[in-house]
């Protein structure tokens, strides 16, 4: 885990990009944002207001952070224009009104929501990524990104990722990296989904975890072996997810549909899909569901002694991602190097 973590924060400190911090409130957050800037990973700017931020941190040394007061900011107007423009012609569906009927209600709104304000100065180019979720649910810092960032050329789908490290050698895993993808954000994704998750993927584990990605599009079925088409699809759904992903991204090792073992053990692989660029070596593993993939990272965790890192948020036009209600502020500071690094 430290080697995969060094590797990404050396990376991070190469880049000096700029990483907005919402949630100026949580201590935790404080506390990263001062030693990511001490550890040289990323200029961080906090948003909230400086004297409150000093009160609740008082031991907190904030030399070299940018902290923000988005309720005196000369910008403010200028971000809710841009929010005004995004959504004009948007209906709130409980009210049946317009969602802002002015920039003024703009204003008013995103003075309420700072992972809002924070998004639209990613979308105005004032800083180059966003991190949230310390103290805010997983919707709350998705919505502002779906909604002003919006996803990637060619992606249509928002997905999360666990770049997944192992605490000792394994045969099936010679590189000690992998990554699992979705297991946190997609509930049923259709096939069309699933190949964009394992081309985010992709990316993912070449541009974050440093290793060329073999991805296995996992199911109970390897090849065409088994079937459940008269009841839930769910092989056909990852064979049409393998085409698509394979028209889409043609230079991409990219194959399946794989049993696990079929995707990492060379004598199964050999065996099952002897012609397959992918099968027996595979170390990007897209799951059908996130049933699977919520599972499938946590057993790797508590029985295969993997830690976790993640989940990283992929396929937006702009980087933004979502930390865990639970995070330490070690936790804060490894996503703002992450978050640096997609900003390349």
């Not at 928002?158 to 770049?163: A, G, K, N």
């Not at 050698?169 to 190949?195: L, R, T």
């Not at 639970?326 to 190097?337: E, K, L, P, Y």
Request: charged residues 20%; hydrophobic residues 45%; negative net charge.
């Amino acid at each position: 885990m430290s080697n995969v973590l060094e590797n990404i924060k050396s990376k991070a400190s190469a880049l000096s990009k700029c990483i907005v911090l919402p949630e100026g409130e949580d201590s935790r957050v404080v506390v990263a944002a001062a030693q990511a800037v001490k550890e040289k990973l990323a200029k961080v700017v906090l948003l909230g207001n400086l004297d409150e931020i000093k009160k609740n941190n008082p031991d907190v040394d904030l030399t070299g952070v940018t902290v923000i007061d988005p309720v005196t900011n000369a910008k403010t107007r200028d971000y809710a224009e841009i929010l005004f423009k995004a959504r004009e012609g948007k209906i709130n569906k409980k009210t049946g009104l317009p969602e802002y009927a002015d920039v003024d209600a703009a204003v008013a709104s995103i003075l309420k929501d700072y992972t809002m304000y924070a998004a639209l100065m990613l979308k105005a180019g004032d800083v180059d990524g966003l991190v949230s979720g310390a103290c805010h649910s997983t919707a709350n810092t998705l919505r502002p990104g779906l909604q002003v960032i919006k996803t990637a050329p060619g992606i249509n789908t928002v997905s999360s990722s666990f770049i997944m490290v192992a605490d000792r050698e394994n045969k099936y895993n010679p590189d000690g990296v992998a990554v699992f993808a979705d297991c946190a954000i997609n509930i049923e994704p259709d096939a069309q989904q699933i190949a964009d998750i394992a081309i985010s993927s992709a990316e993912t584990a070449k541009n974050i975890a440093g290793i060329e990605p073999r991805v296995a599009m996992l199911s109970f079925s390897t090849m065409g072996s088994g079937n459940d088409d008269k009841f839930f699809k769910s092989v056909p759904k990852m064979q049409e997810a393998t085409k698509l992903a394979k028209a889409a991204a043609p230079d991409l090792k990219l194959d399946g549909e794989f049993q696990f073992d079929a995707a990492v053990a060379p004598e199964v692989g050999k065996l099952k899909a002897p012609d397959s660029p992918v099968a027996g070596n595979a170390n990007v593993f897209i799951f059908p569901n996130i049933n699977a993939g919520n599972i499938g990272y946590k057993i790797a965790q508590r029985f295969g002694g993997y830690m976790a890192l993640g989940p990283i948020c992929q396929g937006f036009a702009k980087p933004i991602n979502d930390l865990s209600r639970g995070c330490s502020s070690d936790d804060v500071i490894a996503v703002i190097a992450i978050t640096a690094l997609q900003a390349q």
